[in-house]
């Protein structure tokens, strides 16, 4: 098995970087992302506790259910189906309120479900692009908060206090 990390701090509000991050739909502006749909309400939020997600991204399909769903400093899930074929731990993303912003930790642990070559593939191939599709969403979560008109109004259309 092996983890991925992707990190980064943007400079908005925990809520709507959590918001925004936990709303897998909007995952579609990275350049990576073909589809996300959510096919299953979470049991206190759309995408909360019980959700499930399925996405289409430039890597293969995956079919996650969220496992933990704590606003706004955590979500966890795992992918219960992929395809390529995987084996998949844990993911999480973790938002911590920080200077300049919002710290977002997204990591996950998994690895290719092939005998013998899986964890080389998982090392040399998998693992540098999930950690760049990673990046590519939280760098499309921090232009959306970051630029207008977003970065003028708060997560109901409301001016932001100066």
């Known amino acids: 098995m092996e983890t991925m990390t992707a990190e980064r701090v943007i400079d908005a509000p925990i809520h709507d970087v959590f918001t925004w991050l936990t709303t897998t739909t909007n995952y579609t502006r990275s350049p990576l992302v073909l589809r996300c749909r959510l096919t299953r309400r979470g049991e206190n939020a759309p995408f909360g506790v019980g959700a499930l ?21 955590t979500t966890e899930y795992v992918v219960e189906r992929s395809m390529p074929p995987s084996r998949h731990e844990f993911g999480s993303m973790t938002f ?5 912003g919002t710290r977002v930790t997204w990591t996950t642990r998994a690895e290719m479900a092939m005998p013998v070559v899986g964890p080389f593939l998982t090392r040399v191939v998998v693992r540098p692009m999930i950690t760049r599709s990673f990046d590519s969403i939280v760098r499309s979560a921090e232009a959306a908060l970051t630029q207008p008109p ?7 259309g409301h001016q932001r206090a100066a």
Do not use: F, K
């Not at 997600?53 to 706004?72: C, D, K, Q």
């Not at 977003?150 to 109901?156: F, G, L, N, S, V």
């Open 53 to 73: 997600r399925s996405h289409l991204w430039m890597i293969g399909w995956l079919r996650e259910r969220v496992t933990r769903y704590e606003a706004p400093y």
């Open 96 to 100: 911590t309120e920080v200077d300049g």
């Open 150 to 156: 977003y970065a003028e109004r708060d997560m109901i």
